[in-house]
Every structure is written in structure tokens, then in C-alpha cells.
């Protein structure tokens, strides 16, 4: 886009035009490659998404959410920022709601960051140190929550018979209009007090912010179907093992995970081929992976398999 075809169109519609092109990268129904195998949002409208891997594909956007709407707590008093912080889009209690139904009162206890998901959250915490940073994210998140997300919520209460719980995240009640919403955002991205460096930075930081969500939807999709435990059962022995078995859980991490000198420790998940988990070591956490001896699918088979990791852990340490 030439500098004067910039100067001519509002600002909204100046990020329009340039992020048009990242938005339909993201929309499986633009796709040019038919060959292509069906993606996460493909296969949540065709109604083949298993309700594990949508209750995956939530967790990750609670991280995401929690990182922008901390940073618009930190903002609302902003002169440029806040009148970009709007109480009634907030979504971490929605989701926290969500996650709470769809994997019981132990969800926080089951649910991590992907890689891409804490290189997204690390980017929204870094940016958000500007006004322009945060406004980026939260527009890109939120109006896309009020246009394309809510074809989303349609397919999740189609897909998996939910009502008002499962997919609240994409009920926006305290908005009775989602265009006129909408409108009166753009208008204050129109008026918005940066000088065109700073609007220059704020488009960049949009087409980074597709980009990061494209790479949690990617990293997702590679994964779909692949993991056998229901997300209520990955909490509730998550959480068991943290809660009642913490001093176990750190000599797994010690012993098989090889994490010697790990000062702490915490189960973070699993699938059929292993066990995650979380060391404490030099202030840092450091991620384990400690391999099943065998493929497991039944919840039944878990326990014998930490039994053993943890038996081993106390051989090799000497214990």
C-alpha cells in the first residue's frame, strides 16, 4: 500500500486492507488447496472435532486472554489505551466458565501452554508495554470474536448439544448489537492519538498477532485426534499427582526426567505415548517428558505406568 493510498483511507480501514489477507489465511473456507487436510476450524463445522481437542483448542486461548486482559487492567487509565478497554468484551471468565464445565472443578490443573501459545503470550505481555501494542491484540482478538467467532459458537452448541455452558466464551451479553459494537470501535481506532510511526507499528503488531494465532491453530492441527484421555481425566490426575503426590512427582522429574536437581516439580499433562511435567531448577521451569513402556488408552492403565516411572526414579537416585 502506497503512502498516499494510506493517507486517503481511515485508519480502520487502512488495518482492514492490510490484514485482509492474514484474516483469510486463517478462514479454512478461503482456502485455495483443496488437496489440504481439514484444519481445526474445518473440521469444528463439519462436526468431526473431537470435544477433547475443542476443549484443547479453549485452554489455549485462556493463556492468550489472560495475558491481554491483565494488560488492559494495567491500561484502563490510559489516555490512548483505555478507550480500548471495554468490560463487556473481557473473556477470561467465560472461559474459565467453559473449561470449568467441560473438565470439572480440577481444569486448572490440566490445561499448559503449547509452544506457540507462550510465544503468542510472551509477545501481548512485551507489546502491551505501549499503547499501540495492546490495542493491536485486543483488536484483533476481540472483533474477531464478535464477527467470525460467533460462527464458532453456533458450530460448538451444533456439534457437542451445548446450551449456555461449553461455549459461553462466545456470548458477548453485554452487547446487544455486535455491528454497532463494532462500529464505535473502528471510529475510535479512526481518532485514535498516535503519530503515523506509531500507526505504522500498531498494523505490524496486527499481522504479528495473526500470525501467533496462526501458529497455536497450526500447532493444534498437528496434534488433533492424537491424544486418547478425555481433558477431565488429564486434570483430575494432574491434579492428584500435584496436589497429593507432589514429593512423588519430583522424584519422577529427578530420576527418569533426569532433572537432578530439580527443587520442584509438577505434572503437566499426558497422552497415550507419555507423561509432561513441569521442574523447578535454577528458578526456572524447565518441561519433562517421561515415555509410557507402552502405548496406553484407558485411564485404568495411568496409574500402573506412574507406578512404575516412579519406582524407577527411586532406583536410579538410589533411594
Known sequence: MSAD?????????????????RHQGLD????????????????????????GDYTRWHAQQYFVYEAIE??????????????FVFAELARLASLESDLKFLMGPKWRSGIEPLDSTRAYVDRVTEVSATPGGYIAHAYTRYLGDLSGGQAFGKAARRAYGFGDEGASFYVFTGIKSPKAFKDEYRARLDAVDLD????????AEILLAYDHNGAVLAELGANLDRNPFDPRVIAAICHHMNHDHAEDTLVICRGT?????????????????????AAAVGGEEVPVRVDWARPLTERAEVRPEIVRIFTESREL???
Open 5 to 21: 493510498t494510506a493517507s486517503a483511507m481511515s485508519f480502520s480501514a487502512r488495518i482492514r486492507e492490510a490484514s485482509w489477507s
Open 28 to 51: 479454512p473456507s478461503s482456502a485455495a488447496d483443496g488437496d489440504r487436510e481439514p484444519g481445526l476450524f474445518d473440521r469444528l463445522f463439519e462436526g468431526s472435532l473431537s470435544a
Open 70 to 83: 491483565s494488560a488492559g487492567d494495567r491500561l484502563a487509565g490510559d489516555p490512548v489505551a483505555g478507550s
Open 196 to 203: 503515523e510511526d506509531a500507526k505504522a507499528a500498531l498494523v
Open 257 to 277: 526426567g533426569g532433572q537432578r536437581e530439580a527443587s520442584g516439580a509438577r505434572m503437566t499433562g499426558f497422552d497415550g505415548e507419555g507423561a509432561d511435567f
Open 317 to 319: 537416585l538410589g533411594a
